[in-house]
């Protein structure tokens, strides 16, 4: 490493601090007078102590291990989790492929959704988005795929969700793909339904299904349109014309909307009115399977380790806990929003006990995001987004799981857990801060080596400035910004921002760099997003990434984590 002493020369004050407080993880010992003025010691100790401050590996902002008790119910931990989890671009058009899976999975996802159509012969499994122009990919190519890859990033359980389309027989098929492709990690329940769920620690290189048990599918004939289009296999008009007008006229964000937009506690929300319970009820799933004919294999039920909840009145009812048994429950963004407005106390309730999944509205078309904090404020273990977008709300996801060693499971804070009635949770509530972080964000550098020298500015070297916040419960919400440091590849900011926190549990730190652009709109110059809660205090290396959340081979930022109690 080429170590720029005349940068280090320039900070003086952060030299200092660095050296009092950082020197004893040195093991060789140097007094102060032997840095400054030995110049057979200077250059060897420059060269270590700038590496060691600089080293991700070294000097880390978390905690870079599995901490957190695994041996807690299911229902106890937030979870990565995917939508359309085949998908490799936009919800209409783009390739099925298990390419998508593969790199999900290698990132930590443990949730991946399989939505299940039959052929065009009907003898077969497919895996595609229904009545679209997505094209197919097979079910088996898929299977064999999380088989292969499902524990390369965690050893915690995968769990496949599954949106069965599928009539009895290509049902009990699908079963032996099943049971076949996993063999004896394919975890099946020895009771019909299960009184609670087993641990992360219990579930260890084990994959589970969850999906309505087929009793359930032929329960939803009231709510589907004419049993006449049972199992019929979309054609290009169907898949073409059935919800693409509404869609696109709905549709808000697009695949190249800019990142540098207005801090969260500024934006607008995308909360669509829903002004009665029929209009809720519409949002409570995604699409039901049509009614099949004949009779449900029992193979198939069987290998349903997570029962999803067939809804049946209103959402009250859906809340109601059912002391014997555990079960899953799917909300759209948008029956979240207004579940969270009329009944927040109880969906916290509910999730202490049973798994809540919550899915983008069907106008996302583009494979874009919604923001993930109302699900997990209100205890929603799995909180599915697309991971072939990008954007803010992808970022905050990839924050949450860099938690807990990026095992995949994030313990959930007790205030969501803790089920005295006189003591639940109320995300409404007004609380008092419980502590306050102090930021200080000295410099950065790397830039100089993962961009041409004319990426940001044809004829001078760019003017980078940072922007640091929380997303949290609202009142924690901000974004702050450091002055402009014109001309300069390792800029030196040196500022300290402090944030007053009420549910520090739920916080994840937001960093940006963009590059100031006089005549056109700012640069995006590296991104990376933290939970507050693991932040290792002192002064840390914080590697950037990408807009797309993928790391910077060289970009990191020098800052400094600090915690005040009140």
Known sequence: ??????????????????????????????????????????????????????????????????????????????????????????????????????????????????????????????????????SPVKLIKCLRSIKEHAFEASPYPVIITLEDHLTPNLQAKAAKMLTKTFGNILYTPTLESLEVFPSPEELKMRI?????????????????????????????????????????????????????????????????????????????????????????PIEYKRLIAIAAKKMQGDLTEALKIDPHKVTRLSLSELALEKAASSHGTELIRFTQRNLLRIFPKGTRVTSSNYKPLLGWMHGAQMVALNMQGYGKSLWLVHGMFKANGGCGYVKKPDILLNDNPDQLYDPKATLLPMKTLKVTVYTGDGWRFDYHKSHFDTFSPPDFYARVGIAGVPVDTTMKQTKIIEDCWTPVWDEEFEFKLTVPELALLRIEVFEHDVSDQDDFAGQTCLPVWELRTGIRSVSLCDVKGQALKSVKLLMRFDFIFH
Not at 73 to 84: D, E, V
Not at 102 to 116: H, M, N, P, Q, T
Not at 272 to 285: F, K, P, V
Request: contains cysteine.
């Open 1 to 134: 490493m080429t170590v720029d002493v005349e940068r280090v020369k320039r900070m003086p004050s952060i030299f200092n601090f660095c050296y009092y407080n950082i020197i004893s993880d040195f093991t060789m010992e140097v007094k102060r007078e032997t840095l400054f003025h030995h110049k057979h010691f200077k250059p060897v100790f420059i060269y270590d102590f700038h590496h060691y401050l600089f080293s991700k590996e070294l000097n880390p902002p978390l905690i870079s291990r599995v901490y957190q008790d695994m041996t807690a119910p299911l229902s106890h931990y937030f979870i990565y989790t995917g939508h359309n989890s085949y998908l490799t671009g936009n919800q209409l058009s783009s390739d099925c492929s298990d390419v998508p899976i593969i790199k999900a999975l290698r990132s930590g996802v443990r949730v991946i959704e399989l939505d299940l159509w039959p052929n065009e012969t009907n003898n077969n499994v497919n895996v595609l988005h229904g009545r679209t122009l997505t």
């Open 208 to 296: 589970m299904i969850s999906t309505k048990p087929p009793k359930e599918y032929l329960e939803s004939k009231t709510t589907m349109t004419s049993p006449t289009t049972s199992h019929k296999v979309p054609t290009i008009c169907d898949r073409l014309f059935y919800p693409i007008t509404k869609l696109f006229i709905k549709e808000k964000e697009h695949e190249g909307q800019k990142v540098d937009e207005e801090e969260w506690s500024e934006e607008v929300s995308d909360h669509e009115a829903i002004t009665n319970d029929h209009e809720l009820n519409e949002h409570y799933q995604e699409e039901d399977p049509e009614e099949g004919n004949g009779k449900p």
